[in-house]
């Protein structure tokens, strides 16, 4: 009777210790990639048809054009502004440079042409700001860069100079009527 009763012992604190492990193992982790898996699928199931985001962005783009018409400047500006915003990033990611300044374009219309100026205001390291300089001078659509400024200015808190460059880009399109 000894035996069958040790055995019987055995095999109830085996199960029990089977049941206490399979129960940490469900609340540690099979339970959070349950819920992890439900939140899933709700923000499927929440989120946007990827027509539906084209056609926001569409309509968006839209209404930048109509407030820009309304503004005076033409959609060609506008493009060409953004895509100059878009390389002066790209480049200042890439030479570690920081973009200080970027002031709304100046346009002139004259005589049947637009005259569109645009100025950035660059830091970083010499090397940095000449190769930015060199790569917009070499890219596409982005216009022809008129004067460049180099200065130096001490930074009073940690006592160095800092180099800064003033970058003026004009880009010339014809109106169409004179």
Do not use: W
């Not at 004259?110 to 300089?133: A, D, P, R």
């Not at 930074?155 to 880009?171: D, G, M, Y």
Request: with cysteine; aromatic share 6%; glycine share 4%.
């Amino acid at each position: 009777m000894d035996v069958s009763n040790t055995i019987i012992k055995k095999i109830c604190i085996s199960s029990l210790l089977l049941l206490v492990l399979i129960l940490l193992c469900y609340n540690l982790s099979i339970k959070k990639a349950i819920n992890a898996y439900r939140v899933y699928r709700t923000m499927i199931s929440s989120s946007e048809s990827p027509c539906k985001i084209q056609n926001d962005i569409n309509s968006l783009q839209s209404d930048i054009n109509n407030i820009a018409k309304e503004l005076g400047e033409s959609n060609l500006s506008v493009n060409k502004r953004n895509i100059l915003i878009e390389k002066i990033s790209e480049f200042s990611e890439m030479h570690r440079i920081n973009v200080i300044e970027m002031p709304p374009s100046h346009l002139l219309d004259k005589e049947g042409y637009l005259i569109e100026t645009n100025m950035i205001k660059l830091q970083g390291s010499f090397i940095g700001i000449v190769t930015t300089v060199h790569k917009l001078e070499k890219e596409k659509f982005i216009g022809r860069i008129l004067s460049i400024r180099y200065y130096a200015l001490t930074n009073r808190i940690t006592k160095s100079r800092e180099l800064f460059a003033e970058i003026f880009v004009q880009n010339i399109t014809s109106t169409g009527y004179e």
